[in-house]
């Protein structure tokens, strides 16, 4: 990306490495310091964009890194093959101030015909060597994705970009392995989870060997949830959606796709140059995975959602907690169930899942409860094995209202201490 890949050579690998800070030629310098948000609007707010961004749209777009001066909008709207920008709108990794993104920036825009690529550089993997990196724990790595996602999303609505919108996770190159595989992937499944209850579409922008080969590597993982448009960085000067060894073309092939093909170059149109990243775009809302309308996690340190008496201990033991701790009992004869509650809002299917620390001194039966319209079903997970991730239960009808939904029991024939940690209901 424009923000953080300036004076690069071409790469054909997809590798991105960042280098000096940017300068952008449409009359004013870039300024080498981070951006902490976006230029005060003096028009009021009040201007909007026009529909979701970047909607529904095929054809070639272009990133840079500060949101470029209306004039040269203007020239190259007129002059240049582009329809589509990328637009650095929230994060602290990201290398321009941004006094040109306004609300009024992004309608004038849009009115005029431009698709608008919303863009988030916040968080970076741990093992890379931008800053700030994320948590190289999986499950703070989830919650770091949520709360930027929600970040993001209040940049987003300043900026009047409505609901419906998709916006790309901009994580550079990382020198990938498995434990900082399992932090980013995480860390992209609570960004999407949060994006998907607030109304919007997530992506992800990342070079072809990094990101992109460990997201489409998972793409069937039930650990993850996954995104819903993949931009991938491969330099190879073809403005297609080949993302060639990195991805399988059968993956995010629904119009989920955006190739950035060449980085750090030149143009000039309508007599005004930029340093730009070049893009091809097959993209659409409302396709390959559509958000959710509804879902809800609670933890056992969420305040009024989880009962428990105190035969339930607090634990830290282990590092596959969801959250700051976990609660764990011994198992006995008897109904004694640690309960999470939910505000179902309507009657309908959801998926149920929880997460859970493993152990192979924990219980290889532990009954989860769910209360169902139909009475309480019982599921029985082994929790010596799969933790540290969210394990599906399955899908039940669960009524709405206010009430205690998921429980886990220490009635079992298995051995081991019983686990309760977190649950996730998604309605589907």
């Not at 093909?261 to 775009?281: F, H, K, P, Q, S």
Request: net charge negative; with cysteine.
């Amino acid at each position: 990306m424009m923000a953080a890949l300036a004076g690069l050579a071409t790469l054909l690998t997809g590798s991105a490495v960042a280098t000096a800070s940017p300068t952008i030629t449409d009359g004013t310098p870039a300024t080498p310091v981070a951006a902490t948000g976006v230029a005060a609007d003096a028009s009021g707010a009040s201007a909007a964009a026009v529909g979701p961004q970047p909607g529904t749209f095929v054809g070639r777009g272009f990133d840079t890194c500060a949101a470029p001066a209306q004039a040269t909008m203007n020239a190259w709207r007129a002059s240049s093959p582009y329809r589509a920008v990328g637009i650095y709108i929230s994060g602290a990794s990201r290398s321009c101030a941004q006094p040109n993104l306004t609300a009024t920036w992004v309608s004038n825009q849009t009115s005029n015909g431009w698709r608008l690529i919303p863009i988030e550089l916040d968080y970076q993997a741990p093992c890379g060597t931008r800053t700030p990196k994320m948590s190289g724990d999986p499950a703070v790595a989830r919650s770091q994705g949520t709360s930027r996602a929600t970040a993001a999303v209040s940049a987003a609505q300043a900026l009047g970009i409505p609901a419906g919108s998709t916006i790309y996770n901009d994580i550079e190159h990382y020198p990938s392995n498995a434990s900082c595989r399992a932090a980013v992937l995480s860390y992209l499944s609570g960004w999407t989870e949060r994006l998907h209850t607030l109304g919007y579409l997530s992506g992800m922008y990342s070079s072809g060997s990094s990101g992109v080969q460990d997201l489409c590597a998972a793409y069937h993982d039930p650990a993850y949830t996954r995104v819903d448009h993949l931009w991938f960085a491969w330099w190879n000067d073809v403005a297609d959606l080949d993302a060639g060894p990195y991805c399988p073309a059968e993956y995010y092939d629904d119009h989920q796709r955006l190739h950035q093909y060449a980085g750090d170059v030149y143009e000039t149109w309508g007599g005004v140059r930029m340093r730009i990243d070049r893009n091809y775009l097959d993209v659409a809302p409302g396709t390959g995975q559509p958000p959710p309308t509804w879902s809800s996690t609670v933890d056992n340190t969420t305040a009024g959602r989880f009962t428990a008496s105190t035969n339930w201990g607090t634990s830290t033991y282990s590092d596959q907690r969801h959250g700051a701790d976990y609660r764990f009992a011994e198992p006995v004869a008897a109904s004694d169930v640690a309960w999470f509650r939910l505000d179902i809002p309507e009657t309908a299917r959801y998926e149920v899942s929880v997460w859970y620390a493993a152990n192979a001194g924990y219980n290889d039966a532990t009954p989860y409860v769910v209360a169902t319209t139909t009475g309480n079903q019982t599921v029985r997970v082994d929790q010596r094995t799969g933790g540290g991730r969210w394990v599906p239960l399955g899908v039940f009808t669960l009524p709405a209202g206010d009430g205690d939904r998921v429980g886990v029991s220490r009635w079992t024939t298995g051995t081991g201490y019983v686990i309760a940690d977190a649950v996730r209901v998604t309605r589907i």
